[in-house]
């Protein structure tokens, strides 16, 4: 494996599909076209969210008092403190309202047909071991505290709101997470094609 930072100040600022807000870009792969993407949504008005379709989506509460999810077919979900999170098909219509204010939401959305995809909200009390899929890139997002990534060729030291990437490399078998806080660990395994 091979670990690979990625700082929260380098984070890529960009408009949403709708054009209605914005988010913080934290990966996504391939660059052009991509099959999965990372990010942190920006949301400070009621609002509709984009349609993607062929994909689906994972939401998870970072900042903020609250987001309620409006389904067009009825279904209402309500995130709120702390880091509620909801998975739902990108081409589900819906509306969200927030009945306290702007907040911000750590978005996963990856092409179905392409990838799986795992969200993880994890405490950090001690080591947490990574071991080497020839498929699978795990992204470690820091919610709070502070953990470093045990990597032999270079230590990689995360704070509050930083990510980082462990991806196959054919080289080292293993990771190693240490440090104390609490992360979101998302695994993406990409899907044999037909």
Partial sequence: MRSQLLPAHEYRRVRWKNQLGWTREIHCEP????????????????????????CDRELVLLAGEGMDLHFDDGETVELRPRH???RFAGERPLHATL??????DFNVIWKRDRVSVQVL???VVGAMVFFDEP???????VLSGHV???????????GHGDSAL??????VSRMIIDGGGE???VKVERLAQP
């Fill in 31 to 54: 660059a052009e076209d991509w099959d999965w993407r990372i990010s942190i949504a920006e949301v400070d008005q009621d609002g509709p969210f984009s349609a993607f379709p062929g």
């Fill in 99 to 104: 009945p306290a204010g702007p907040t911000q």
């Fill in 166 to 171: 462990l991806h196959h490399s054919g080289g």
């Fill in 148 to 158: 470093t990534i045990k990597d032999p060729l270079e230590p990689v030291s995360l």
């Fill in 84 to 86: 509620d999170s909801h």
């Fill in 121 to 123: 909200h994890r405490p």
């Fill in 183 to 185: 992360v979101l660990l």
């Fill in 135 to 141: 498929a699978v890139t795990w992204l470690v997002h």
